[in-house]
């Protein structure tokens, strides 16, 4: 009997120290999944400081045997005055840097991880901004010595059933170059909108309607090096004084120049930039294909062709509404 209690006893026992062995070699693993986990983020904030650094951002990102440390900036030391003068506070020269802590852990890298990226990424689109502005600089400053006109400005009128008109001035890549200024409120109907510079390479183009009912009446104007004007444009072609540049314009009231010089014209133009002039043209013609002038009770006339029909392209447009606002362009015919 005796014997059976002591076995049962040392079975008890080997159970119980089984337990606390078992218990003991989990934490210790825990422990060292843990160091081997800190020690591998630990190593992924060292490749985040290493990138930061690099992409020469200004931010820092430090870190040290327990944590990582991001700069977020200086706060200012503040010292009180005598202790007779308890409402006086001295402000102090120096200024103590403010970190943000992050410990080496997957959640933390993720948050830093993200925090690094857009860093670098604000940064290089900073500098790519820095670096376009100086390129436009330059550019600009290129274009007024060569005699290329500067402050331009524009009436926009969005008076239908009235008067309309508006300016674009269409780079040679085929987007329409943004207004430097306006004048006036461009929330009105009437304001002007105004640039600094005109580039070579630019067209300026125009489209007016003096009521709803009246034909559309379409410009278009362009400045080139006096050299580069082919022989059978220089009859009108109109040299500018005290500059190197001619000036070619076409409108809807002129009469129609011939084949010949509506093609070489069309090759001082990019296609992007034409394709630029067809679709502006569609979205014209779609605002005002089927309007009937609610004061004279005549329809609009369609546009006769745009632009386009002024460097001898044949364009018919046939505009269905999809969703809201947006149209297809359809049966374009081009007899380039």
Aim: hydrophobic fraction near 35%.
């Amino acid at each position: 009997m005796g014997n059976t209690r002591t076995s049962s006893a040392k079975y008890g026992s080997l159970e119980a120290g089984m337990a606390v062995y078992d218990a003991k070699t989990a934490q210790q693993q825990t422990e060292l999944n843990q160091s081997i986990s800190k020690e591998y983020y630990r190593n992924r904030f060292c490749e985040l400081g290493r990138r930061l650094a690099a992409a020469n951002t200004g931010q820092i990102l430090r870190v040290e045997d327990n944590y990582a440390l991001w700069l977020e900036g200086y706060g200012e030391e503040f010292s009180f005055g005598d202790e007779d003068d308890d409402d006086e506070i001295c402000g102090g020269d120096n200024f103590t840097p403010i970190y943000e802590t992050y410990s080496f852990t997957s959640e933390s890298y993720t948050t830093c991880n993200s925090k690094v990226n857009q860093a670098i990424m604000l940064h290089q689109a900073n500098q790519l901004c820095h670096v376009l502005q100086e390129e436009r600089a330059t550019r600009l400053a290129e274009a007024a010595e060569l005699g290329y006109p500067s402050n331009l400005h524009f009436l926009h009128r969005d008076n239908d059933p009235g008067p309309s008109c508006q300016t674009w001035i269409i780079q040679d890549c085929g987007i329409p170059r943004i207004r430097d200024y306006y004048v006036g409120d461009p929330e009105s109907r009437e304001f002007h909108e105004g640039w600094l510079q005109l580039l070579p390479g630019e067209v300026i183009v125009s489209w007016e309607k003096s009521c709803l009912s009246g034909p559309h009446y379409f410009r278009l104007e362009t400045y080139i090096d006096l050299a580069a004007v082919p022989q059978e444009l220089k009859c009108i072609a109109e040299t500018m004084p005290s500059t190197t540049l001619a000036h070619l314009s076409l409108d809807s009231w002129m009469p129609a120049i011939s084949a010949k010089q509506q093609k070489s014209l069309r090759g001082l133009f990019s296609t992007a930039l034409m394709e630029c002039l067809g679709d502006l043209q569609a979205h014209i013609d779609c605002a005002y294909r089927d309007a009937i002038d609610p004061i004279y009770g005549n329809p609009s006339p369609n546009i006769a062709g745009g632009w386009l029909a002024l460097l001898g392209i044949k364009q018919t447009y046939v505009m269905e509404v999809l969703e809201g606002e947006e149209f297809a362009v359809e049966d374009v015919e081009d007899d380039m």
